[in-house]
Structures are given as structure tokens and as C-alpha cells.
């Protein structure tokens, strides 16, 4: 009996492997959509909390492109490099903010179209910008309120 629960456990293991490595295979192929085509665009934020390289970058809800990368200026902002793909020229009066999908969801950013005529030529940078809104900050300035009226 010991002899053939043994080698159940090992077939049940066996199985929750290979069907973990096939969701893995699937997150990896479907996490990026490939960019063949596309241009930089530079986006400075104070504060990118939450927000990661390859995230999306979305116009009116559809992915254009994606978060090539991110690092910090030496004033300490972040410097945010936007694939834009090529068939998507985003007007100059546009501006970027990072949102969240949902509640708790990824974040990307969002770029809300202008009017401009004129278009972001590659390795412009986006001069109207917003930063993430840090959920956790939000909430210690509202404990930190409510404490220092209740201390009065």
C-alpha cells in the first residue's frame, strides 16, 4: 500500500508541474506584445510607485506600447522610456499620467490625446505629466489628520 501511495503522490506531482510550467510558458508569451516598429518618447514623474519596465502604455484604453524602461535623474525623478509603436503619433498638447487597472491592478500609463497639430517627434519628451497616486501615502496623511485632531 505504502509502495503505491508513493507513486501517486509522484504521478499528482508529476501533473501539477507540468501544468504549472504551461501557465508560466503562457504568462511569459502573452506578458509583451512585441514591438516590431515603434519610438521613444521620455516621461519624467515625480513618483512611479507601482510601475514596472514593459508595463503597457494605453490611449483611450488600447495598448500603443509599452514601458521600455525606468530610472532616476539625478534631481531623484523618474525618467520613464515609452515604445511607442510607430502607427501611433501622439500630438504634442497630449500628457501622461500612471493609473491603475482597477482597484489594486497593474499600473501603466495613460496617455490622454490633444489636439495639437503638431506630433511628439521620436525621443520628445512629454512635458505634461502626472504621478502615481501612492495608495498607502493617501492613507497615512488621513490616519495622521484624523490623529493630530484628536490629540488637540
Do not use: H
Amino acid at each position: 500500500m505504502n509502495m503505491k501511495g508513493n507513486f501517486l503522490e509522484a504521478i499528482i506531482g508529476a501533473v501539477v508541474l507540468v501544468v504549472s510550467a504551461f501557465f508560466i510558458y503562457f504568462a511569459c508569451i502573452s506578458s509583451g506584445e512585441k514591438i516590431k516598429d515603434g519610438y521613444v518618447l521620455i516621461a519624467r514623474f515625480e513618483d512611479a510607485t507601482g510601475l514596472a519596465s514593459w508595463a503597457d502604455v494605453k490611449l483611450n484604453g488600447i495598448k500603443i506600447g509599452i514601458v521600455k524602461s525606468l530610472s532616476l535623474n539625478k534631481d531623484y525623478a523618474v525618467k520613464a522610456e515609452l515604445l511607442i509603436q510607430n502607427k501611433y503619433k501622439i500630438p504634442m498638447d497630449s500628457s501622461a499620467s500612471i493609473s491603475t487597472e482597477g482597484i489594486m491592478g497593474n499600473k501603466f500609463v495613460s496617455i490622454s490625446v490633444g489636439y495639437s497639430d503638431n506630433e511628439y517627434k521620436p525621443g520628445s519628451e512629454i512635458e505634461d505629466t502626472k504621478s502615481s497616486i501612492n495608495l498607502e501615502k493617501l492613507v497615512d496623511k488621513v490616519i495622521a489628520g484624523i490623529g493630530n485632531n484628536i490629540l488637540k
